[in-house]
C-alpha cells in the first residue's frame, strides 16, 4: 500500500504531508511521489513496532519502537487512516506467522541436533574404550584379533556418518540469513552499521537515506529545546578544555561557526551532531555506549536482587558480539546462548509477579526441588552466566590491549568454558577461534561511523565504556555465584 500521511516533524515545522510506502513489513516514507527516486528519508519495521490509534483524533495513528523509533501520523479522514490500520494489521500479523513457523523449525533443529551430539558422545565412549582395549592388549603383547580391528573400523564409520549428520542439521538451521539476525522477541538493540564520514562544517551533505528526531505532539509534551541547547554547550565547553591554551581561542571560533552553520541546516527537527574537535581528539560512540540495554544501567534491590526482566534485556543485547566474531561459525554458541534466555523468560512469564529478580527463580525452583532437573530456569541460569564470563573475559582482554582476537578468545574459553566441554564441544569452539576476525574487522563492527575505529578517540571510547560496562557485568555474575554455592547448584558436569 502507498499514499499521502502527514507526519510529525518537530514543534517548528509541525505536520507535513510525506508519500509513504508500505512493501515487504517495513514502512518507508519519501518527501513526495515525485522525489522517491532520490531515496527514503525514514523507515520502521512493522514486525517489531507498536501500532497506537488515537483515540481522540479519528485520523492520527502512531508506530513506536519504544526507546528506539517514534512515528507520528495523520490520514486524510478516518476511512484513509483505517485504509492503513488495516494493511499495516496484516503486515504484522503475516510476519509474526511467519517468525512462528522459523521459531518452531529452529527448535525442531535444535532438539535433532542435541540428540545427535548425544549419539556422538556414546560413540567417542565406545571408541576410546576400544583404542584402550587395544593398547592394554598390545602392552601385554597380545595379538590384536581382525574381529577387533573391525570393530573399531565400524565404530569409527558410525561415528563419522554421525558427525556428518550434525553438520547438515546445523548448516540447515544456521544459515547465514538466519545466523546473523538478532534471535525472534528480542528487544530492540543498537544497530551498527558503517555510515560514510561526513564534514560537520559540510551537514547538509548527508545520505539521502536519513534518520529525522522527533518531538511528540501528544498533549502536555514540553519543548525541551532550552535543554538540549544547554547540554550541547555543556558538552562542548568540556570538550574545548582537553586541548592546550593556545588552541581555545581557535576552538572557540570553530564552535561559534560550526553550530551557526547547523542551526541554518537543521531540517524537520533533525539535531546536530557535535563534531567540532580535530579528528585525533574526536570522541568516538562504540557498540558499548550505544546498546539499548547495559548491565551498567541495571539497579539491584536493597538486597541485591537483580531484576530478571533488565537482565534478561542486557543478555540479549550483546548477543551481537557473537555476530560480530563470525556469525555463521559462533551460530552454535549464539543458538545455546539464546536458548537459556529463552527458557529463564519462559519462567518469567508463567508468573511475572512472582519471580521479580533472578534470585527468587533459583529459590522457588530450590523448594520445589527442581533447581537441578534438567532444562530448569536454574540450569539454564548456570550455563547462561558462565556464557557471560566467558564474553566478560574476551571484552577484559581486548580492554587490556590484546590485539589477537584469535588468543583472546582462547584464553577466555580456557578460563570459563572448556572445564565443562567434552571433546566434542572443545572441537566445536576450537572452529570457531579459527575462523575469528582479525582485531581491525573486529574493531570496524564496533564502531557506528566507517573509520571511527582508526581514529585515536576508538581505543579511549572502548576503554571508557568497558570500564562502566564490564564491572557492573562482573558484579551481577558475582552474585549469582554466591547464590549458586549456597545453595550448592553448581556442576562439574560435561558436556
Given at each position: 500500500m502507498?499514499?499521502?500521511?502527514?507526519k510529525?516533524?518537530n514543534?517548528?515545522?509541525?505536520?507535513?504531508p510525506?508519500?509513504?510506502v508500505l512493501d515487504?513489513g517495513?514502512?518507508?516514507?519519501?518527501d513526495s511521489?515525485?522525489?522517491?527516486?532520490?531515496g527514503?528519508k525514514?523507515s520502521?519495521?512493522?514486525?517489531?513496532?507498536?501500532i497506537?490509534?488515537?483515540?481522540?483524533?479519528?485520523t492520527?495513528?502512531?508506530l513506536?519502537?519504544?526507546?528506539?523509533?517514534?512515528?507520528?501520523?495523520?490520514?486524510i479522514n478516518?476511512?484513509?487512516r483505517?485504509?492503513?490500520l488495516?494493511?499495516?494489521g496484516?503486515?504484522?500479523a503475516c510476519?509474526t506467522?511467519?517468525?512462528t513457523?522459523?521459531e518452531?523449525?529452529?527448535q525442531e533443529?535444535?532438539?535433532a541436533?542435541?540428540t545427535?551430539?548425544?549419539?556422538?558422545?556414546?560413540?567417542?565412549?565406545l571408541l576410546?574404550q576400544q583404542v584402550?582395549?587395544?593398547?592394554?592388549?598390545d602392552?601385554l603383547?597380545?595379538t590384536m584379533?581382525i574381529?577387533?580391528?573391525n570393530?573399531v573400523?565400524s565404530?569409527c564409520t558410525t561415528f563419522?556418518k554421525?558427525?556428518e549428520?550434525?553438520?547438515?542439521?546445523?548448516n540447515?538451521?544456521f544459515?547465514?540469513?538466519m545466523?546473523?539476525?538478532?534471535?525472534?522477541?528480542t528487544?530492540?538493540?543498537?544497530a551498527?552499521?558503517?555510515?560514510?564520514?561526513?564534514?560537520?562544517?559540510?551537514?547538509?551533505?548527508?545520505?539521502?537515506?536519513?534518520?529525522?528526531h522527533?518531538?511528540q505532539?501528544?498533549?502536555?509534551v514540553?519543548d525541551?529545546?532550552g535543554?538540549?541547547?544547554?547540554e550541547q554547550?555543556?558538552?562542548?565547553?568540556?570538550?574545548?578544555?582537553?586541548h592546550?591554551?593556545?588552541?581555545?581561542?581557535?576552538?572557540a571560533?570553530?564552535l561559534q561557526?560550526?553550530?551557526s552553520?547547523?542551526?541554518?541546516?537543521?531540517?524537520e527537527?533533525e539535531?546536530?551532531?557535535?563534531s567540532t574537535?580535530?579528528e585525533?581528539t574526536e570522541?568516538?560512540?562504540t557498540f558499548?555506549s550505544t546498546?539499548?540495554?547495559?548491565f551498567?544501567?541495571?539497579?539491584?534491590?536493597?538486597d541485591?536482587g537483580i531484576?530478571?526482566?533488565e537482565f534478561l534485556?542486557?543478555?540479549y543485547?550483546i548477543?551481537?558480539v557473537?555476530d560480530?566474531?563470525?556469525?555463521?561459525?559462533?551460530?552454535?554458541?549464539?543458538?545455546?546462548?539464546?536458548?537459556?534466555i529463552?527458557?529463564?523468560?519462559?519462567?518469567l512469564?508463567?508468573?511475572n509477579?512472582?519471580f521479580?529478580t533472578?534470585?527468587?527463580?533459583?529459590l522457588?525452583?530450590?523448594?520445589t526441588?527442581?533447581?537441578?532437573?534438567?532444562?530448569?530456569?536454574?540450569?539454564?541460569l548456570?550455563?547462561?552466566?558462565?556464557g557471560l564470563?566467558?564474553?566478560k573475559?574476551?571484552?577484559?582482554?581486548?580492554n587490556?590491549?590484546e590485539?589477537?582476537?584469535?588468543g583472546a578468545?582462547?584464553?577466555?574459553y580456557?578460563?570459563?568454558l572448556?572445564q565443562?566441554?567434552?571433546?566434542?564441544?572443545?572441537g566445536?569452539?576450537?572452529?570457531?577461534?579459527r575462523a575469528?576476525?582479525s582485531?581491525?574487522?573486529f574493531?570496524?563492527a564496533l564502531?557506528?561511523r566507517?573509520?571511527?575505529?582508526?581514529?585515536?578517540?576508538?581505543?579511549?571510547?572502548?576503554?571508557?565504556?568497558l570500564g562502566?560496562y564490564?564491572?557492573?557485568?562482573?558484579?551481577?555474575?558475582?552474585?549469582?555465584?554466591s547464590?549458586?554455592?549456597e545453595?550448592?547448584l553448581?556442576?562439574?558436569?560435561?558436556?
Amino acid at each position: 500500500m502507498e499514499g499521502v500521511l502527514h507526519k510529525w516533524t518537530n514543534y517548528i515545522s509541525g505536520w507535513q504531508p510525506r508519500w509513504f510506502v508500505l512493501d515487504g513489513g517495513t514502512l518507508s516514507y519519501y518527501d513526495s511521489q515525485e522525489d522517491a527516486w532520490k531515496g527514503c528519508k525514514g523507515s520502521i519495521k512493522i514486525s517489531v513496532c507498536e501500532i497506537q490509534v488515537n483515540s481522540s483524533d479519528s485520523t492520527r495513528f502512531d508506530l513506536t519502537i519504544p526507546g528506539e523509533q517514534y512515528f507520528y501520523l495523520k490520514a486524510i479522514n478516518a476511512a484513509e487512516r483505517q485504509k492503513w490500520l488495516v494493511a499495516l494489521g496484516t503486515a504484522k500479523a503475516c510476519l509474526t506467522d511467519n517468525r512462528t513457523k522459523r521459531e518452531k523449525e529452529l527448535q525442531e533443529n535444535t532438539e535433532a541436533l542435541k540428540t545427535k551430539m548425544s549419539e556422538l558422545r556414546l560413540y567417542c565412549d565406545l571408541l576410546l574404550q576400544q583404542v584402550n582395549k587395544i593398547k592394554e592388549n598390545d602392552e601385554l603383547g597380545e595379538t590384536m584379533g581382525i574381529d577387533t580391528g573391525n570393530l573399531v573400523k565400524s565404530t569409527c564409520t558410525t561415528f563419522l556418518k554421525t558427525l556428518e549428520e550434525c553438520m547438515q542439521i546445523a548448516n540447515r538451521t544456521f544459515s547465514t540469513d538466519m545466523a546473523s539476525q538478532s534471535p525472534p522477541g528480542t528487544p530492540p538493540v543498537a544497530a551498527i552499521k558503517p555510515q560514510k564520514r561526513v564534514n560537520p562544517t559540510l551537514h547538509t551533505t548527508q545520505n539521502t537515506c536519513e534518520i529525522e528526531h522527533y518531538d511528540q505532539p501528544a498533549e502536555g509534551v514540553e519543548d525541551n529545546e532550552g535543554d538540549k541547547a544547554e547540554e550541547q554547550k555543556e558538552h562542548k565547553e568540556d570538550q574545548s578544555q582537553e586541548h592546550d591554551n593556545n588552541n581555545i581561542e581557535v576552538n572557540a571560533v570553530q564552535l561559534q561557526e560550526d553550530v551557526s552553520d547547523q542551526e541554518e541546516t537543521r531540517e524537520e527537527g533533525e539535531t546536530p551532531r557535535d563534531s567540532t574537535e580535530s579528528e585525533d581528539t574526536e570522541q568516538v560512540e562504540t557498540f558499548f555506549s550505544t546498546m539499548s540495554h547495559r548491565f551498567s544501567d541495571i539497579r539491584l534491590d536493597d538486597d541485591n536482587g537483580i531484576p530478571t526482566q533488565e537482565f534478561l534485556d542486557s543478555c540479549y543485547a550483546i548477543v551481537p558480539v557473537l555476530d560480530k566474531l563470525g556469525s555463521t561459525v559462533f551460530a552454535p554458541v549464539k543458538m545455546d546462548f539464546v536458548g537459556n534466555i529463552r527458557k529463564i523468560h519462559q519462567k518469567l512469564l508463567s508468573d511475572n509477579d512472582s519471580f521479580p529478580t533472578l534470585q527468587s527463580i533459583v529459590l522457588h525452583e530450590v523448594q520445589t526441588n527442581v533447581a537441578k532437573v534438567r532444562n530448569s530456569a536454574t540450569e539454564a541460569l548456570l550455563w547462561l552466566k558462565r556464557g557471560l564470563k566467558f564474553l566478560k573475559e574476551f571484552l577484559s582482554e581486548v580492554n587490556a590491549g590484546e590485539q589477537d582476537i584469535q588468543g583472546a578468545l582462547n584464553n577466555a574459553y580456557g578460563k570459563t568454558l572448556r572445564q565443562y566441554h567434552g571433546w566434542v564441544v572443545r572441537g566445536v569452539f576450537a572452529l570457531a577461534l579459527r575462523a575469528a576476525p582479525s582485531y581491525q574487522s573486529f574493531a570496524a563492527a564496533l564502531v557506528s561511523r566507517e573509520g571511527d575505529e582508526l581514529t585515536s578517540g576508538f581505543t579511549s571510547g572502548m576503554h571508557r565504556d568497558l570500564g562502566v560496562y564490564l564491572p557492573a557485568m562482573e558484579r551481577q555474575l558475582a552474585i549469582l555465584d554466591s547464590l549458586y554455592e549456597e545453595y550448592n547448584l553448581e556442576s562439574d558436569e560435561v558436556v
